[in-house]
């Protein structure tokens, strides 16, 4: 892999590799004696492709090795390669074809299909044979050798050439700002690095910055009263515009420069920039529309309402889930609000239509489709359901269609979280007099887009601090998708790294809820009594940033050069009388350990907490020792993978190792209706809540014995009295 380098950058061409890991995290699965899969991916529209080749890497099971096969490459539905594996092969686990470059396109299909010799006519109608299977390996990865096409100095083409929706890289793109920027400067760019970071979606984006000069490649420029960089003429017109022009220092690239006479000025450029990108054209344009109205809480765009039910049909196209798409497993991916809580129910459900074909080859009583969340099977669906005798009397007395038919699937709430993934995995067999070598996947078989997915019964309840909310989605920030609650707490004078960081999580939360931020608030250190009534995210180094050193008192570890102390947390009583978080981390976490031994090391860590300032307003401390760090500290939180490690109230990360820690104090934030709450309760305290019952059995029991006593002692005086 060393001979293909990940970008040269050169003018004349530029080399990537596309790697199976970055489209997916497990590798591909064929299994059984004929068995086909794929996965899609995307390149730049702008690239021209020179050269290209794959490099693919497999694993195989021993019936394979003792038998023959071929694993046949397609890009396309056009051939690219094939492997024959088994035991007249010998042992193989890796191959290359290089391939012609005219195969490619914007969107493109990658293909494998493995037969065992002599099965293939038949295989489509046996029963699969789990013994049976090849495995492409996450290390694939296709080499591309491009060429960057020129694009026009044109606005109207936007966010090309700066970002490219189809571009499977993620992003880095430099940032030029004015030398000592103040605080609303940096506002108006987190306005246009949360644009980017909404274009850049889960690929991740990055967005180096720098004070002087201009970088070699396409960049953002914030030009403030009329100083442009040297070599960049001043752009006609006067108030907040928005122009590109060519880069003078690399002359494939361009410039894309947000202009205000003004702090002001260049915040209403950025916010029409963000927002009403579609209103801009030609070389320069005037750049003042208004900001959206103020977002609601909880309507983040790609976040699935907790109010209705929800179509699979609004989540993914429904070419994606039907027809030969079924091939490659159809996967739909959604986000939900993350602090979704399911009290007395399960989880959420999901309703599912399956649409067949009525001249399908699809053997539908010997089919199904299994549904995975999150990587972890939920549900299994027959294509013809065996019905029970009430549902047959239905069937008889009102008949209706098959595509009728709907299922069930539980999503059980402890497997949702705040970024989701849904795989049908679709087991089909053929019918006896089918040709398995010829079969035609029609576009009407697959999941109906009209499926649905219910969450319209839970409540917003969680605990806080909870940093794994805020790695995963930014929340409880991103609760109003705008951020208008919010304010970030920068530096006096910020380093590159420090503003860098800042962008960078603008463009995570960005991309969390599918809303550029744009209502947030920018200030230094020494203004923040004027946000007290805001939740804060404190960013800087401990040498540049005061309030690190000034609330170091309320993070639950604190780290010197020499030493490391964590909060002794609760006791074993408080304990008792703290309500259960069901998000709460299983342990208390090793981030002091690893501090320990990590000391005098750079390091970057976060803490939350509740604010000094207002005691219903959270903290989240960016920190670190060295301006690496932090940047790392940023990118961290906006790769999934890595964001999953986050938990508790503290994050220590030293070099590619992070370890949490919790305190267990926290605080629940939300309403909960009266059942579900007495419930959580009683499930909290189930101790004490076994204790109250037999309390209230005995004060009943004691009650009842003394009422029936006194009855009796009546009931005799009265009968003594009658008689005598």
Not at 146 to 158: F, I
């Amino acid at each position: 892999m060393g001979n293909y380098p990940m970008f040269t950058g050169t003018a004349e061409g530029r080399s990537q590799l596309i790697r199976l890991r970055d489209l997916r995290s497990k590798a591909l699965h064929l299994e059984g004696a004929s068995a086909e899969t794929g996965i899609g991916f995307t390149t730049r529209q702008d690239d021209a492709f020179v050269a290209a080749r794959i490099s693919l890497v497999f694993s195989y099971s021993n019936a394979v090795a003792r038998d023959d096969g071929v694993l046949q490459i397609f890009l396309n539905n056009e051939p690219i390669g094939s492997v024959a594996l088994g035991k007249a092969a010998g042992p193989k686990a890796r191959a290359e074809f290089t391939f012609t470059p005219a195969l490619l396109s914007t969107d493109n299909r990658l293909q494998f299909r493995f037969t065992l010799k002599g099965q293939g006519a038949r295989a489509c109608m046996l029963d699969r044979d789990r013994a049976v299977w090849v495995n492409i390996e996450p290390a694939t990865f296709i080499y591309l050798s491009t060429t960057r096409l020129p694009v026009a100095d044109d606005l109207a083409s936007l966010p090309r050439p700066f970002a490219d929706p189809k571009d499977p890289l993620p992003l880095s793109l430099p940032f030029v700002l004015p030398p000592d920027a103040e605080p609303e400067v940096l506002q108006a760019a987190g306005m246009v690095a949360g644009y980017f970071g909404l274009i850049a979606g889960n690929k991740g984006a990055t967005f180096p910055v720098q004070y002087t000069g201009l970088p070699a490649g396409s960049a953002v420029v914030m030009v403030k009263g009329g100083y442009y960089p040297p070599g960049i003429a001043a752009i006609p017109g006067e108030g907040p515009r928005v122009a590109v022009v060519a880069n003078p220092s690399q002359v494939d690239s361009k410039l894309l420069l947000v202009i205000g006479d003004d702090a002001a000025q260049l915040k209403a450029a950025a916010g029409t920039l963000a927002t009403s990108t579609s209103r801009l054209s030609g070389g320069w344009s005037a750049a003042n529309e208004p900001l959206p109205t103020p977002r609601l809480a909880y309507d983040a765009p790609k976040w699935i309402p907790s109010n209705r039910p929800v179509r699979l049909g609004e989540l993914a196209d429904g070419g994606a889930i039907s027809g030969r798409r079924l091939l490659d497993s159809p996967k739909v991916s959604f986000r939900t609000a993350p602090d979704l809580f399911f009290g007395a129910l399960s989880g959420g459900k999901m309703y599912v239509h399956i649409r067949r074909a009525d001249d399908s080859w699809v053997d539908p009583g010997n089919s199904r489709v299994f549904v995975d969340l999150n990587q972890r099977t939920v549900g299994e669906i027959p294509l013809e359901p065996k019905l029970k005798v009430l549902s047959r009397l239905k069937e008889w007395l009102f008949p209706g269609k098959d595509e009728d038919r709907v299922s069930q699937v539980l999503l059980p709430g402890f497997q949702l979280a705040s970024q989701n993934q849904l795989d049908f995995l679709f087991e089909l067999r053929a019918k006896a007099n089918a040709d398995c070598e010829m079969l035609d996947w029609s576009d009407r078989t697959g999941i109906d887009p009209d499926s649905t997915i219910d969450l319209s019964r839970v409540a917003h309840f969680a605990a806080f601090p909870n940093l794994a909310l805020f790695a995963n989605a930014g929340f409880p920030f991103t609760r109003y998708a705008d951020l208008a609650t919010t304010a970030f707490v920068m530096p006096e004078k910020s380093s590159p790294e420090e503003v860098q960081s800042l962008l960078n999580l603008l463009a995570m939360m960005a991309d969390a809820t599918g809303v550029v931020p744009t209502r947030y608030e920018v200030v230094d250190a020494a203004k923040v009594e004027q946000v007290a009534d805001k939740d804060l995210i404190v960013i800087g180094l401990n040498s540049n940033q005061p309030l690190l050193k000034q609330w170091e008192a309320h993070s639950s570890v604190h780290i010197t050069p020499t030493s490391v102390t964590a909060a002794p947390g609760l006791s074993f009583l408080e304990r008792q009388f703290q309500p259960t978080d069901p998000r709460a981390p299983y342990y208390r976490g090793a981030a002091p350990e690893l501090a320990k031994v990590n000391l005098g090391k750079p390091f970057a860590y976060l803490s939350s907490f509740w604010s000094p300032l207002n005691e219903n307003r959270l903290v989240v401390m960016v920190g670190s020792t060295q301006p690496a760090a932090l940047v790392d500290m940023s990118s961290h939180l906006g790769d999934p993978e890595l964001a999953k490690n986050v938990q508790g109230d503290f994050y220590y990360l030293t070099g590619s190792k992070g370890e949490f820690y919790t305190s267990g104090i926290r605080k629940f934030v939300g309403g909960l209706p009266l059942w579900w709450r007495i419930q959580w309760l009683a499930g909290s305290f189930e101790l004490a809540a076994f204790i109250c019952v037999i309390c209230v059995i005995l004060i009943f029991a004691v009650t009842i014995e003394r009422f029936s006593a006194n009855r009796a002692n009546r009931l005799l005086s009265r009968t003594m009295s009658d008689r005598s």
